[in-house]
């Protein structure tokens, strides 16, 4: 049973408390069986969710994205939800760095939830041998929200690193939009018994390119006739550029106009961006350069694909007279 409750300071930052009913034995058993699986056990929980805030960020790569959509794609039948590491590090600032990730076979029951313990530890030694700087920084799972067996998977990855952070992702893309969340957690407790798990969402840095912004807008269609190709995708980006200037434009209108207060750090921003443009004298010139270029190397590629067509044709003549 799951009761939810939203505060009313900030609607968009959640702080969730998960109560387990009590139990007569740890929350989290191993079992050493076949597979190498860990088994938690779970009972019936209530989570309540309040409003709060804090000053812990992630900043999450678009691979980690594409690997969890990728990951929940490939799934078994019978699963409802991927769930999975996240490694990274973390920066000087605090801020959790998530750079990539890898699934992590389960299994989830009404009253457990299992997991691959010996595969995670695999996965985890292939990937330092690539990038030894990628360590565990915490856990992912599909869907919306934090559900109750989460607090038992937290509660594993809190032996594998400190304060682990838990990515939701909501690969349904409902209305075209990607719902990505992130929490940590602390114990709550009285004197030595502990009662609750509080998950607490943090704010989520996604910057990317917009190669990967093209990407990330084709995942979230439901169909696809086909992928863009180099002319669509710098035809979207074009207008996306010139949705941004409209914008720019209009609220300098606005600023001068007197209909909203000027904001000194948007003005800097603009005046940076506006600097950042090269000056170019003689653009045509360029652009022609570059054309002129762009031929000569197809006339050298055409000429050398007809001298090998050529000999080629030769050798088989010198062998057969």
């Known amino acids: 049973m799951y009761a939810a409750c939203r505060g009313l300071s900030s609607p968009n930052e959640t702080l969730i408390l998960h109560l387990p009913r009590p139990r007569s034995k740890s929350p989290l058993s191993r079992e050493i069986g076949a597979g190498a699986t860990s088994r938690m056990a779970a009972s019936v929980d209530t989570v309540l969710q309040f409003s709060s805030s804090t000053e812990l960020s992630a900043r999450v790569q678009p691979l980690v994205i594409f690997n969890i959509c990728d990951c929940y794609v490939r799934r078994p039948d019978q699963a409802e939800r991927v769930i999975g590491t996240l490694l990274g590090s973390i920066l000087?600032?605090?801020?959790?760095?998530?750079?990539?990730?890898?699934?992590?076979?389960?299994?989830?029951?009404?009253?457990?939830?299992?997991?691959?313990?010996?595969?995670?530890?695999n996965m985890l030694l292939s990937h330092q041998k690539v990038n030894p700087k990628e360590v565990i920084v915490g856990w992912y799972s599909t869907g919306f929200g934090v559900s109750g067996g989460s607090a038992l998977i937290h509660e594993f990855y809190s032996r594998e690193v400190t304060n682990p952070v838990h990515l939701t992702v909501d690969t349904g893309f409902n209305n075209g939009h990607a719902s990505i969340k992130a929490y940590v957690s602390t114990n709550l407790s009285l004197?030595?018994?502990?009662?609750?798990?509080?998950?607490?969402e943090i704010h989520v840095d996604l910057r990317m390119v917009e190669a990967e912004r093209v990407g990330l807008d084709i995942l979230k269609k439901q169909t696809v006739d086909k992928l863009p190709n180099d002319l669509d995708g710098m035809e979207a980006t074009m207008q996306r550029l010139l949705s941004l200037v409209d914008s720019v434009y209009e609220y300098v209108d606005n600023v001068v106009e007197g209909r909203i207060p000027a904001d000194n750090n948007i003005g800097r921003f603009i005046a940076d961006s506006v600097a950042s443009i090269p000056k170019l004298s003689d653009l045509d010139k360029l652009v022609n350069d570059s054309i002129q270029d762009h031929l000569l190397m197809l006339y050298l590629s055409s000429i050398t694909r007809t001298q090998l067509s050529l000999a080629e044709k030769l050798n088989t003549a010198a062998q057969i007279l």
């Open 191 to 200: 004197g030595d018994r502990p009662l609750a798990t509080q998950f607490q």
């Open 92 to 121: 000087p600032d605090g801020t959790v760095d998530i750079r990539n990730s890898y699934a992590i076979p389960h299994n989830e029951f009404s009253d457990q939830v299992a997991l691959d313990i010996e595969y995670h530890h």
